[in-house]
């Protein structure tokens, strides 16, 4: 079975400071792949960014990038110069390869204080 | 925008009652996925079809059922609609549907917001 940890319910950080928001997991599955979503109060999911695991370089999409340590099974996400708009939940998930369902944590309420 | 689409965006209706969500996915995309958000239970995997035929199932009950058409959009039909059922119902599509060695990025359409009363 797999599972998502995210231990910060909630986040508060000023606007144009970086945020790193905590992620780490649990799979017996040695191949697998780690996935960050925002919801926005509008409701949907977007994506954010992946890093499979056997991956060797942190994955990185612009102001996104994912602080990827296996040995700790931890992936963490930084979001560089933060804006307003980055006020969103943030999940993690994880799925097995060639099993693609996702499991999501509880996610992180993220505000950005002006 | 995704490029997956759901219908209706909301959804409100009375206990006992029959309703189903339709899906679009992304053009190309093989694979339809089913999740449900509520509060208590959080972002829950219901079941995935894969061209046409069922994948993987998950915390999906009896009552509900889903299909994949030939045209690979999807439905999920939810009935005998209890008040616990409220919550938001996403509909994810991706490219294939696990494919050994790698997997795909999940997109996400809007979702139906279905409130039970």
């Known amino acids: 079975a797999q599972k998502i940890t995210q231990t910060q319910p909630g986040m508060f950080v000023q606007e144009k400071e970086a945020v790193t928001l905590d992620c780490t997991y649990d799979?017996?599955?040695?191949?697998?792949?780690l996935f960050w979503y925002k919801q926005p109060s509008s409701g949907e999911m977007i994506f954010l960014i992946y890093?499979?695991?056997?991956?060797?370089q942190n994955a990185t999409e612009g102001r996104y990038s994912l602080n990827f340590q296996k040995a700790r099974k931890s992936a963490n996400l930084v979001i560089s110069a933060s804006q307003l708009g980055d006020s969103a939940m943030y999940f993690c998930a994880i799925t097995n390869f060639g099993n693609e369902k996702l499991t999501f944590g509880t996610g992180t309420r993220l505000t950005i204080i002006p | 925008d995704s490029g997956v689409t759901q219908t209706p965006k909301h959804l409100i209706t009375a206990t006992g009652q029959r309703v189903t969500l339709r899906c679009s996915p992304r053009?190309?995309?093989?694979?339809v996925y089913w999740y449900q958000q509520s509060l208590d239970q959080g972002l829950q995997f219901l079941i995935q079809?894969?061209?046409?035929?069922?994948?993987a199932k998950g915390n999906i009950l009896e009552r509900f059922s889903a299909q994949q058409f030939p045209d690979l959009h999807s439905e999920l039909n939810l009935s005998s609609l209890e008040l616990g059922d409220s919550a938001l119902y996403f509909c994810a599509s991706s490219v294939a549907g696990g494919t050994i060695g790698s997997t795909d990025t999940q997109y996400f359409g809007p979702g139906t917001r279905l409130t039970v009363l």
């Open positions: 799979t017996s599955d040695p191949s697998y792949g």
């Open positions: 890093q499979g695991s056997y991956d060797q």
């Open positions: 079809y894969y061209n046409g035929e069922e994948r």
């Open positions: 053009s190309g995309d093989l694979s």
